[in-house]
């Protein structure tokens, strides 16, 4: 042996057990860089397979919901294995980041179907992140907005570089096992075929076949389609109203002398009065409201409105209700606030009432209360209350109503007709006031001691649905309490939800009904409305006639007033 093939040798002898060990560690086909490996690539065929099959609906969310053959997964993984390196790279740049706003797309309709009852608007929803932005704001501090604001941001950027990275692996997988990638493709394609023809589905109502990806474009795209058309059609409609020229002497004849007030009592749906879990609370408040106010001389008329909104969005709720058109969307919102339709509001101030806006939640500056017709207009800081906050709420309704009467309805000079959106029963339902004495509200520092009083949990269907409840509860009671303290001869009384509350707790598949009620001690204001069929009391039944909350303008000045011809009854 050589003198230098002996210091080889001596010199391996005399190397460290450890650095042996690592060096072969490296080299042994079962290392931890194979494991490695092999982890990272089942969870990148996992995640562009979620992001593929993922459902976007809370209900469809479970096991069952992933027992499908996307077809666009079968197309990417036969385009990966047919193309060469060059142009592989190109489709890997390009639809990994597609996949990832794919994600981000069914996040948002989840988020929104579940808040909502709708998918996410891609043209239009972007204009409610600043709302959104002030309403976490409002209940959890501006920190928390901030944090939240971050965090989808930073969930954004997340996904679309997860989905590229997951997208690559997938692709070196395919080329690393060509042949037995393609035979799995292959395989897989014509289980497609043979589950579409004949309509396989292991899980009810999840076919096997699955093209939820084309059809979740296809809607996005149709309806990207629609608000791009809807301006115009909706633009035409502002322009055609029966009323806009009525003179003021001929509106509401037959509420001259009265007080009217119309409150719309946040989130207070059909669902209130009917679901098995909420009503057994709600319904003893309007029944035991209505024998009360019965016996100091009051009659009520009820029935449902059908909003054009569920679970949120209330402005426009209201826009439909005092405008008479149905406003679904932000797009329309904003273009009926750029007109100059006569709103019911409006009508009221030709007939020659005071109009007053009376707007707890307006903590922000408002510059669209022009549009309302309003001579006298109170957002939060003008109504100075020195108490605390519950929940979402600046100030309960108690306080809100007991400002109203003795800032403006006591010292008034004529009829006043004053819109007044009451808010304890805003979500998320975690802290809810109790009714005091009205000589006790004061300034609102009473309420100090009632603000950790525990309503329910947003994120707990159990418990969101006991705050619920509750806050309807005393929202409804506040009324009632305010007819029967403050109530005369000349007050009328209209008060109806703006939409049903969220799915978690109306419940999935829930209408988007809400009660409205008059209340008034004249029996002549009740007589009027005598032909439209409502129900006495203040709690609607099942069969109380239905009307879309678009028609109740046109319904209530002709029911008020001799300028056009009665209303056919709605089918």
Same mark, same amino acid.
């Given at each position: @042996?050589?003198?230098?093939?002996?210091?080889?040798?001596?010199?391996?002898?005399?190397?460290?057990?450890?650095?042996?060990?690592?060096?072969?560690?490296?080299?042994?086909?079962? *290392?931890?860089?194979?494991?490695?490996?092999?982890?990272?690539?089942?969870?990148?065929?996992?995640?562009?397979?979620?992001?593929?099959?993922?459902?976007?609906?809370?209900?469809?969310?479970?096991? *069952?919901?992933?027992?499908?053959?996307?077809?666009?997964?079968?197309?990417?993984?036969?385009?990966?294995? %047919?193309?060469?390196?060059?142009?592989?790279?190109?489709?890997? #740049?390009?639809?990994?980041? #597609?996949?990832?706003?794919? %994600?981000? #797309?069914?996040?948002?309709?989840?988020?929104?179907?579940?808040?909502?009852?709708?998918?996410?608007?891609?043209?239009?929803?972007?204009?409610?992140?600043?709302?959104?932005?002030?309403?976490?704001?409002?209940? %959890?501090?501006?920190?928390?907005?901030?944090?939240?604001?971050?965090?989808?941001?930073? !969930?954004?950027?997340?996904?679309?570089?997860?989905?590229?990275?997951?997208?690559?692996?997938?692709?070196?997988?395919?080329?690393?096992? &060509?042949?037995?990638?393609?035979?799995?493709?292959?395989?897989?394609?014509?289980?497609?075929?043979?589950?579409?023809?004949?309509?396989?589905?292991? #899980?009810?109502?999840?076919?096997?076949?699955?093209?939820?990806?084309?059809?979740?474009?296809?809607?996005?795209?149709?309806?990207?389609?629609?608000?791009?058309?809807?301006?115009?059609?909706?633009?035409?409609?502002?322009?055609?109203?029966?009323?806009?020229?009525?003179?003021?002497?001929?509106?509401?004849?037959?509420?001259?002398?009265?007080?009217?007030?119309?409150?719309?009592? &946040?989130?207070?749906?059909?669902?209130?009065?009917?679901?098995?879990?909420?009503?057994?609370?709600?319904?003893?408040?309007?029944?035991?409201?209505?024998?009360?106010?019965?016996?100091?001389?009051?009659?009520?008329?009820?029935?449902?409105?059908?909003?054009?909104?569920?679970?949120? *969005?209330?402005?426009?709720?209201?826009?439909?209700? !005092?405008?008479?058109?149905?406003?679904?969307?932000?797009?329309?919102?904003?273009?009926?606030?750029?007109?100059?339709?006569?709103?019911?509001?409006?009508?009221?101030?030709?007939?020659?009432?005071?109009?007053?806006?009376?707007?707890?939640?307006?903590?922000?500056?408002?510059?669209?209360?022009?549009?309302?017709?309003?001579?006298?207009?109170?957002?939060?800081?003008? @109504?100075?209350?020195?108490?605390?906050?519950?929940?979402?709420?600046? @100030?309960?309704?108690?306080?809100?109503?007991?400002?109203?009467?003795?800032?403006?309805?006591?010292?008034?000079?004529?009829?006043?007709?004053?819109?007044?959106?009451?808010?304890?029963?805003?979500?998320?339902?975690?802290?809810?006031?109790?009714?005091?004495?009205?000589?006790?509200?004061?300034?609102?520092?009473?309420?100090?001691?009632?603000?950790?009083?525990?309503?329910?949990?947003?994120?707990?269907?159990?418990?969101?649905?006991?705050?619920?409840?509750?806050?309807?509860?005393?929202?409804?009671?506040?009324?009632?309490?305010?007819?029967?303290?403050?109530?005369?001869?000349?007050?009328?009384?209209?008060?109806?939800?703006?939409?049903?509350?969220?799915?978690?707790?109306?419940?999935?598949?829930?209408?988007?009904?809400?009660?409205?009620?008059?209340?008034?001690?004249?029996?002549?204001?009740?007589?009027?409305?005598?032909?439209?069929?409502?129900?006495?009391?203040?709690?609607?039944?099942?069969?109380?006639?239905?009307?879309?909350?678009?028609?109740?303008?046109?319904?209530?000045?002709?029911?008020?007033?001799?300028?056009?011809?009665? @209303?056919? %009854?709605?089918?």
């Amino acid at each position: @042996m050589t003198l230098p093939a002996r210091l080889r040798r001596l010199a391996g002898r005399l190397r460290p057990r450890s650095a042996v060990t690592r060096d072969e560690s490296t080299r042994t086909p079962g *290392g931890h860089g194979r494991v490695r490996r092999a982890v990272g690539a089942v969870l990148a065929v996992a995640l562009v397979y979620a992001v593929l099959a993922g459902p976007d609906r809370l209900g469809e969310l479970t096991p *069952g919901a992933f027992l499908r053959i996307p077809l666009e997964g079968l197309l990417v993984a036969a385009l990966l294995l %047919a193309l060469p390196a060059r142009p592989r790279r190109v489709v890997v #740049v390009v639809v990994g980041p #597609v996949l990832g706003l794919l %994600a981000v #797309v069914k996040l948002a309709d989840l988020g929104f179907r579940t808040a909502l009852d709708r998918p996410f608007d891609l043209v239009l929803d972007w204009l409610l992140l600043d709302d959104a932005f002030g309403f976490v704001r409002d209940s %959890a501090g501006r920190a928390g907005a901030v944090g939240a604001a971050v965090g989808a941001v930073v !969930l954004i950027g997340v996904l679309l570089l997860v989905t590229t990275v997951a997208l690559r692996r997938l692709a070196a997988l395919l080329v690393h096992h &060509e042949r037995g990638a393609t035979r799995v493709v292959a395989a897989l394609t014509v289980a497609w075929v043979v589950c579409a023809v004949a309509g396989v589905r292991i #899980v009810p109502g999840v076919p096997v076949a699955d093209t939820g990806v084309t059809a979740l474009v296809g809607a996005h795209a149709e309806q990207v389609d629609a608000r791009l058309r809807d301006r115009e059609r909706f633009t035409a409609q502002i322009a055609t109203d029966p009323f806009q020229d009525v003179p003021g002497d001929r509106l509401l004849t037959g509420l001259r002398g009265k007080d009217v007030v119309l409150a719309f009592v &946040e989130s207070y749906g059909r669902a209130a009065i009917e679901h098995p879990q909420l009503a057994p609370q709600v319904n003893p408040v309007l029944d035991g409201g209505t024998e009360r106010l019965r016996a100091a001389g009051y009659g009520a008329r009820s029935g449902f409105l059908t909003s054009p909104t569920f679970g949120g *969005g209330s402005w426009l709720a209201h826009d439909t209700l !005092l405008s008479g058109l149905w406003t679904d969307n932000e797009q329309r919102h904003r273009s009926l606030l750029a007109s100059d339709r006569l709103t019911l509001n409006g009508a009221f101030r030709r007939a020659g009432w005071q109009t007053v806006g009376v707007l707890p939640a307006a903590t922000q500056p408002w510059p669209e209360q022009g549009f309302f017709s309003y001579d006298r207009y109170y957002d939060a800081e003008a @109504m100075g209350y020195r108490g605390p906050k519950f929940s979402y709420a600046p @100030m309960p309704d108690q306080y809100t109503l007991s400002f109203f009467q003795r800032t403006v309805r006591a010292d008034a000079d004529r009829p006043i007709m004053a819109e007044i959106p009451l808010i304890s029963s805003h979500s998320p339902w975690t802290s809810v006031p109790r009714m005091i004495g009205w000589d006790q509200v004061g300034d609102g520092s009473v309420y100090r001691g009632q603000a950790a009083q525990d309503g329910g949990d947003a994120e707990d269907t159990g418990r969101a649905r006991a705050g619920y409840r509750q806050a309807i509860a005393y929202s409804l009671e506040t009324l009632i309490s305010y007819v029967r303290t403050y109530g005369d001869d000349d007050l009328v009384l209209v008060f109806l939800g703006d939409h049903q509350p969220a799915p978690v707790v109306s419940g999935e598949g829930a209408s988007r009904d809400v009660p409205i009620t008059i209340v008034a001690r004249d029996q002549a204001v009740l007589d009027q409305v005598g032909s439209w069929g409502w129900q006495s009391g203040l709690r609607p039944g099942p069969d109380a006639p239905v009307w879309p909350m678009d028609t109740f303008r046109d319904r209530f000045l002709t029911a008020f007033g001799p300028s056009t011809k009665p @209303m056919a %009854a709605p089918r």
